[in-house]
């Protein structure tokens, strides 16, 4: 009876399985795209939602190119119940659209294939406008023309001349201009300047201009640069790698409780902002570089090209003949300094020359030489001259220095070289001696005898004494290839460092928690947070958002827990940045504890 009654279970079990699964594979799965919002703003994001009800096994469609948007994917949602014995299941495909210009757009239909069956959307329709301010006149704001996100964030380029000698100097500017959105995380421009010498870019300067009638919040750059070869040569365009920050929709509430404060409590938590990387780009400029003049040249030309000064000194201005004089020789103005060579005597009889030594100031080039005047009749330095092209006055030009007098006086006394030879000593007879002939031969005593057989390498802790030097030079090995790890593998080495960084920056943390220094605090939380995952998985810390930390600890396998943990550490991060006044100190202590769990969580994860 007992057997019969589980075989009756068992066949229950089979058969009810077999009809859910029936009734699922029956079922037509069905594909319905919707948005959180169907009216947005320039500086906001939307969220897509791709579902698929009746499966939970569809995979995340590729998404083709939507007109106005910038498409990213969020990752998924699923859901499964049972009701009445009837099993049901779907699965969401979550995707970000940031607008990219305002109008109104329709969104689908869409078509997926998966495993042979073919998929088609419904069609929606949104509406991206300009300004965020809530009771806007919507007729109003309709009839504004077309704007797009390049017309709220931007990169322009400039030269002052759109022509240029070789080696000539050419300031370059780069401005990025916001307007009306957020943006954060500025990285240095870059810039296409094949045929071109560029250096460093000053420290950037912020300022606010007007451009037709908006006003911007402007980013510049400065630096500067000097064409190699001549010829026509294109410049640019610039490049400048950002994260455009986007508001989110806010959780719309649903409790007395939320109600009685008038919001949703875990909205300022959990922050309503989110990063996307952003590329923006300026057009690109074409320069025509001219070959220097040939009519002209000076016959001491060495290439300096700008508009400079020249002046000598001597020190000291009386000497004896095979003392030294350095000559101290300074170009300053405004130019290309790197083209700049040290002046040339016109003669050099009666004196030796030695190379001269360089140091470079900002605008200004300093030249020491170091003359001997070898005879009393040198009266005078002899002229020395600096010739360039001044790309101003677009002509060569020729300092003169020199014909300074110089007082050597005759050495007063000449000394000679004396050869001192050595006495000569006579040869003497060498007398062949007869060895034995006068030896006593005498036993010493036999000293300490022993036994035979028993040597001292046979002894135990000889033998126990020759694995020391074995042991030190394994120590020395080991230490030598830890070095050289640490020096070649880089990933290693930031793996090292990584705890200890991390917990240096948490002590910090601490201290600023107890200081309540909010803002400080989570940016020191930020910090501490890139440079741990990008020491830790040797990738670069600057670039490091919450979207990469979900690529990268996914990738190695993490927990989803952790890494929605750690996304919302991000995320409080920018919460303040935004409204700080939200983040009380209950806040930073869980923040810090949060931090503390995760990192621990991360050092012990062999992934």
């Not at 911007?216 to 640069?225: C, M, N, Q, S």
């Not at 009519?295 to 400079?308: K, M, Q, S, W, Y």
């Not at 080495?493 to 943390?509: S, V």
């Amino acid at each position: 009876m007992k057997k019969v009654y589980i075989i009756a279970v068992a066949f229950y079990l089979a058969a009810s399985v077999f009809f859910i699964s029936s009734a699922t594979h029956a079922e037509e799965i069905k594909f319905h795209i919707s948005l959180d919002r169907n009216i947005m703003y320039l500086g906001q994001s939307a969220q897509l939602n791709l579902q698929f009800e009746g499966s939970s096994r569809i995979p995340a469609p590729d998404v083709p190119d939507i007109d106005g948007f910038q498409v990213r994917y969020a990752g998924p949602s699923t859901r499964m119940s049972i009701v009445s014995g009837r099993m049901s299941s779907s699965v969401t495909h979550i995707y970000r659209l940031v607008p990219l210009k305002t109008g109104k757009f329709q969104i689908g239909p869409f078509s997926f294939e998966h495993k042979g069956d073919t998929y088609t959307s419904n069609m929606i329709s949104a509406e991206v406008l300009d300004s965020a301010a809530h009771g806007m006149d919507r007729a109003r704001e309709q009839d504004k023309q077309e704007v797009n996100l390049s017309d709220r964030v931007f990169v322009k380029m400039h030269i002052e001349k759109t022509g240029a000698y070789i080696n000539e100097i050419i300031p370059l500017t780069i401005k990025l201009y916001v307007n009306g959105i957020s943006i954060r995380d500025i990285q240095y421009p870059e810039y296409y300047h094949e045929g071109f010498s560029n250096g460093q870019f000053d420290k950037p300067r912020q300022y606010k201009e007007a451009r037709r009638e908006v006003l911007y919040d402007v980013v510049e750059f400065k630096t500067i640069l000097f064409a190699t070869r001549e010829g026509k040569h294109t410049l640019g365009p610039a490049r400048i790698k950002a994260n455009l920050v986007t508001q989110k929709k806010r959780r719309r509430s649903s409790s007395s409780f939320d109600d009685f404060f008038g919001r949703d409590p875990f909205d300022g938590f959990f922050g309503n902002y989110e990063a996307h990387p952003i590329e923006l780009k300026s057009e690109e400029m074409s320069l025509n570089v001219l070959p220097l003049p040939v009519e002209g040249r000076p016959g001491d030309f060495r290439g300096a090209v700008g508009n400079f000064n020249f002046s000598l000194s001597v020190s000291p201005a009386e000497v004896t003949a095979g003392d030294p004089v350095t000559l101290t020789m300074m170009i300053s103005g405004e130019g290309n300094f790197n083209s700049v060579n040290s002046p040339e005597l016109t003669q050099h009889d009666g004196f030796k020359t030695y190379e001269p030594q360089a140091t470079q100031e900002e605008n200004r080039k300093m030249f020491e030489q170091i003359v001997i005047p070898t005879t009393n009749a040198v009266k005078k330095i002899p002229a020395i001259s600096f010739s360039f092209f001044n790309t101003d006055k677009e002509q060569y030009q020729t300092i003169l220095r020199g014909d300074m007098p110089l007082i050597v006086r005759k050495p007063e006394k000449t000394e000679e070289i004396t050869i001192i030879e050595g006495p000569r000593f006579a040869e003497r007879a060498l007398i062949k001696e007869t060895f034995g002939r006068d030896i006593i031969y005498i036993k010493e005593p036999p000293g300490k005898l022993r036994e035979k057989g028993r040597y001292f390498y046979n002894n135990p802790l000889f033998l126990l004494f020759q694995i020391v030097p074995l042991l030190a030079l394994f120590f020395v090995w080991t230490i030598k290839k830890r070095k050289e790890k640490l020096t070649t593998d880089i990933g290693y080495a930031r793996r090292l460092l990584a705890p200890r960084k991390a917990k240096k920056g948490m002590r910090e943390a601490e201290h600023l928690l107890e200081k309540n220094r909010t803002g400080e605090f989570y940016d020191d939380v930020f910090r501490t947070v890139r440079e741990y995952v990008g020491n830790r998985y040797h990738v670069p810390s600057g670039g490091i958002t919450s979207e990469v930390v979900d690529d990268v600890l996914t990738e190695k396998g993490v927990d989803q827990d952790i890494v929605s943990r750690l996304k919302n550490v991000f995320k409080e991060c920018d919460m303040a940045r935004y409204a700080p006044s939200e983040l009380g100190k209950a806040n930073m202590q869980d923040t810090l504890k949060e931090l503390k769990e995760i990192i621990d969580y991360l050092e012990r994860y062999k992934g």
